[in-house]
Structure formats: C-alpha cells, structure tokens
C-alpha cells in the first residue's frame, strides 16, 4: 500500500451530477444555492454552498483536486448517508459511478492500494449473499460468465480470488456435437496446458462476492449507495457541491450515462470552435455503435446432466442450417447446468408464447442428445419465455477521461458479445490498468490521461477483432473463417514464426489486443510473401514437367503452370476449410475445429471423439 500523503488544496470546477433513487420517488424539482454555507431544506432535499477549496488531508490526492456535486431525489438529507447534518459536504476520495463487477473491483483497488476513501452509487437493489442457496437454485434466472486467465489475474491481484473461487465451478473443458451427430458422437476436449482453469459464475453471484469482499475489509473506506442512478448535469459548475471528490470513476455498464453526456457536452463545445480550434481540439468524443448484422437471441434453460456424463464441461451442439446454437455451462458441481438456446431473431420458437409442440420436435429431432433432459412442463416453460437479447458491439473513443478527473472503463468503454469470454475479463482487466497508471503518475491528472492512452485504443481494438469473429456469410467467410484456416496451416508449418489462431490469442493475458492485431497484420505479409515464394518455387521446379504437359495438351506454358498450381492450391485450401464453411458455424466450435485440423497443441487441448455411452464420466 502506498503511503497517505496531505497535500495542498486547490481551487477547481465542480463536477455536477444528478443522483436519483430508483425505487419510484420523483425529482419535485430543482437544487438552489443557499447562503449562509449550513444545510438547510430546499423542497425536501439540502444544498451547501461551495467553498471552491479542496480537503487537504486527502492520501496521495492530485496537486489539483475536483469536486462533484450531487443532488439527492431522495428523502434523505445528505446523499451519501442521510446523517450528515453539518456545513461541510461529505468528502471522498473518489466516486465511483456503478456496483458491478468493474465498479466494485476498482473500489476495492482504490481502498487497497491507495488507501483512498470510496463512493460507490448502483441503480440496482443491494445483490443477495453469494452463499444464499435460496436464490441461486434458481439456475436460468441469472446470468453465466466463465472468468478466463485476464479476469482471474485481476481478482488475484486484488486479493479477492480465493472468495471468488469458492463460489466458482471449475470447466476443464467442452463437448461439442457437429451438425447431425448422433447422441454418442460428440468430441470432448479437455485443455491441458493453459495457465488457468476457467471458472463460472453468475455475474450477479460475482457483484455478492465483491460486495461481501468490501463489508468485511473495507467497510470504513468504502460506502455503497443502492439504487441510486447517477446522471451529469455539467461538468464545469461552480456553485453548488454536495459531496467532494478528488476522482471520478464511471464503471455503469451499457448504460453509458457519464458517457452519453460527455458525448453532448463535447458537441456543445465543438460548436463555439473556430474551424482551426476543432482541428485542434481533435476528433469529438463519441459511442461507436455498429449495427448488429449477426443478430441472435436466446432463452436460458435449466438442465440437469445425466450421472454418466461428466458434469463439470462445456456443452455444445448446432444444427446443419445454422438455426439453432446450444451451450450449456456448469452452474454448481452437482450436475446442473444453465443452457441457452441461441435462435435467429425472426425465428417462430424465439418468440414469447411459441408453440411448446414444435419447440419439442426440434430438440428431437437437432438436438436428440439434450431431448431426454427436458420434461413437457420445461419445454412449455421455455417457450412461453420472453427471449433475452446480447449486447450490441460498442465502444467508446478516442479517450476514456473527461478533463482531468472523469474515467470510464469497464462495458462502459467496450460491449462484445459473450461467445469468447472477453467481456468481464477485460472489464476486470481495466482495472489492473487503472492501478498501474496511478502507480506510474504524481498526480491524479497524469494518471487521468495516462489510463485513456493506455486503454482506448486498446477498447477499440478489441470490440474490432471481436465483430470480425462474429459476421455473417460471406464477409464471414473472409473476416473469420479464411484467416482462422490460414494461421492453423501456419501455425502448424512453423510455430515459432506464426502464431495460433486469433481467437486462441485472444485468451493470452500477454497479449494486448492492439499488439495482436499488429501481429496478425504483419503475419499476413508474411504468409502472403511465403505463399508467393513457394508458388514460385513450384513453378521454377515443374518447369519440365511443363513443358511436357504444353506439348501433349498444344497449350501454352504458361497457361499449363497456372492451371495446375491454382488446382493443387484450390484442393488444399478446400480440404482445410471443408469443415468449417458450415452455415451458421457456432464462434465456440471454431476452437474445436482448429484443434483437430491444425495442431492441437496450440489451443493447449487434448481432443479425441468420445463414446459417450462408454466413457463419459470415467477419469480422463
């Protein structure tokens, strides 16, 4: 832990917010100043006027400190704690605008590290104890995230692992099915030489853990305020201030609030610009929003695996046409598993109050192996859902700060999809950053725009490679499946050269995102100059076999030597990506896939087809 250290109070803006209760109380109205500076009522809530100078005893604070203003819609006094009835606002260190998993890590890093004092505001009621069965039993209500070597390392360095763990389901590994495998056909792979273990959990079971962390380590340094939603009014005010605060830390997920009105205010401020002070100022701040072109839906189901089946894996199976996704995830070691049904958005068994009788004949008659496992009131149940929809790629550029005292990170910078476990990892992982850029500044505005260049072009990369992996049809086929065939033949000729596929190095800790698709780029110069090398070879060396061929066929040489160098490479290729160009292929497949068609070793896994009538449930 760093040492607390007092340092000069500064005179700074007012960050400006609105904070308002999200059990069903109304805002009656506006927030004024009051003089003289003690609390006094305004329409049910109180105001303070502004000193302008900041706290001194602040540990290990900027050498220019900001402080926030807040305006209560609630019946409480004060905000933060509905006691505080003295002149002075109540003072934090920093703010922390959203309790999930990113938000209350970096709670926990700010507490441990620095020793600061944090505010933590949620919109979401108070999460439910990890340990409470009651809750949890209920397996499709929440949420699954497998918590890969990014996330663990984060958790670990943050000394919250071990209570996080115990809460975990270990997953060695999957069993896959290809389209119109029989129900004894499916390939089990169980990884074997990567560095961790993946971990599931529900998120919201995760949110209760970190919750629990803080109230039994930190709960003098850390206060939590649930529901409540915090929403900016202006940045730069400087009249009003309820509560104080040195940083700001927008984690509040998809919602994006801190981030949406930085987006407005930046486009205010673009207006009063001269054209040669925009050029300047540089690109405006904004969400990147991509239209979703590979769209799904999905409902959870409840599963309960047979007792020969080994319960502790990843289950997968899709049919031919590309109509159906099915995954299933371990939700404790008992056996049980939340499944989802990934269908098209338009399809007729995605729709709420779909018809259970063809919901039935699809499981058997796609998914024979899953069938049995589902009673008639299950699949009446599961029709009758309302379905669930996965996020939209976004995210946010070109920084993650707001003067010099506003972060964003965590899904707030970077939404993907949940098919590569990137998500919450890297959310988590934002938080390992955040740290490491206060530990490489002197002062808080340093560390400010230190994590946006560190982290933004980082975002940015990630949700980039991520929507490439998820196309559909033949920009797929390009941005997906061809690369994905070229770097296992690669990868498989000269490892210590080529790399495994991107999705495989994505899991890698070591790799930055941006680093990787450097990597990839300059690999595609490299197989695209090996490529012509060797077809030029292969010319230089037929060049009698050539001439022969000219000779009996009447052809030119030339005209011979293309067509059978472009035939040879044309059965190659063919041969390679046969089992890939599949409609619909499932992104999670694709590990497979590569594993049995390239070098296993690169995905760390052993692979083998699997009886499971004779060996599922036996030691590995």
Avoid at 177 to 204: C, H, K, S, Y
Avoid at 545 to 555: D, E, F, M, N
Wanted: charged residues 25%; positive net charge; contains cysteine.
């Amino acid at each position: 832990m760093l040492p607390s250290k007092t340092l000069p109070a500064a005179t700074l803006a007012l960050l400006t917010f609105f904070v308002s209760s999200t059990d069903g109380f109304s805002h009656p109205g506006p927030l004024h100043d009051v003089s003289p500076p003690v609390a006094r009522p305004n329409n049910g809530h109180y105001s303070f006027r502004s000193s302008n100078d900041a706290p001194s005893f602040i540990p290990r604070t900027a050498s220019a400190s900001a402080k926030t203003l807040f305006q209560s819609a609630t019946n409480s006094a004060i905000i933060d704690d509905g006691t505080n009835t003295s002149a002075s606002p109540s003072l934090h260190d920093v703010v922390v605008c959203g309790g999930g998993p990113a938000g209350l890590l970096s709670a926990i890093m700010l507490a441990q590290t620095f020793n600061y004092k944090v505010k933590v505001y949620e919109r979401l009621p108070e999460p439910p104890s990890p340990t409470d069965k009651s809750i949890w039993s209920d397996i499709a209500k929440f949420y699954l995230i497998g918590l890969g070597e990014r996330g663990q390392a984060a958790l670990r360095e943050f000394g919250v692992w071990d209570d996080v763990e115990a809460c975990c389901t270990s997953v060695p590994g999957r069993m896959d099915w290809a389209p119109d495998a029989g129900p004894d056909e499916g390939v089990e792979r169980i990884f074997t030489d990567r560095p961790v273990m993946t971990q599931v959990l529900p998120r919201d079971k995760l949110v209760g853990v970190l919750y629990q962390h803080i109230l039994k380590n930190y709960n003098d340094q850390i206060s939590i305020e649930y529901k409540k939603e915090v929403t900016p009014i202006d940045f730069d005010a400087d009249s009003l201030e309820m509560v104080a605060t040195k940083l700001l830390v927008a984690a509040d997920g998809t919602q994006r609030n801190i981030a949406n009105e930085m987006v407005k205010v930046d486009k205010e401020k673009r207006k009063s610009m001269g054209l040669f002070e925009r050029l300047r100022y540089g690109p405006s701040f904004h969400v990147k929003r991509y239209v979703d072109d590979n769209q799904r839906v999905y409902k959870t189901i409840p599963i309960q695996v047979p007792s020969k089946w080994r319960n502790d894996l990843n289950y997968s199976a899709r049919s031919k046409d590309g109509r159906v996704l099915f995954d299933a995830l371990p939700a404790d070691a008992g056996g049980n598993q939340c499944a989802v049904l990934l269908l098209k958005r338009d399809d007729e068994l995605a729709q709420e109050n779909s018809d259970p009788k063809k919901l039935q004949q699809l499981f058997d008659e796609v998914l024979p192996q899953f069938s049995p496992l589902l009673d008639d009131d299950m699949i009446e149940n599961v029709a009758a859902k309302a379905p669930s929809f996965l996020p939209s790629f976004r995210y946010v550029a070109p920084r993650l700060n707001q003067g010099d005292r506003t972060i964003i990170l965590g899904d707030a910078i970077h939404t993907v999809k949940p098919y590569f476990g990137l998500g919450a990892n890297s959310a988590l992982e934002d938080v390992q950053i955040l740290k490491q850029s206060i530990e490489s500044s002197n002062t808080m505005k340093e560390a400010t725009h230190l994590f946006s260049r560190n982290r933004a072009y980082e975002s940015k990369a990630l949700v980039e490679i991520s929507r490439d992996l998820d196309r559909p049809g033949l920009l797929g086929v390009f941005t997906f499946i061809i690369p994905l065939v070229v770097d296992s033949i690669f990868n498989k000729l000269a490892p210590s050269i080529f790399s495994p596929n991107t999705i495989a190095m994505l899991q890698k800790s070591e790799n930055t995102f941006r680093g990787l698709r450097r990597r990839k780029r300059l690999e595609r110069v490299g197989q695209l100059a090996t490529l012509g090398t060797f077809f030029t070879a292969l010319t230089m060396s037929a060049k009698q076999l050539i001439r022969a061929l000219s000779r009996v066929t009447g052809k030119r040489n030339t005209t011979v030597t293309a067509t059978l160098i472009a035939g040879m490479a044309i059965i190659a290729f063919a041969k390679k990506a046969a089992v890939f160009l599949v409609p619909g292929l499932a992104p999670a497949d694709v590990l497979t896939k590569a594993s049995q068609n390239g070098k296993g070793k690169d995905e760390g896994s052993q692979s083998h087809n699997v009886q499971l009538k004779h060996m599922m449930g036996k030691p590995i």
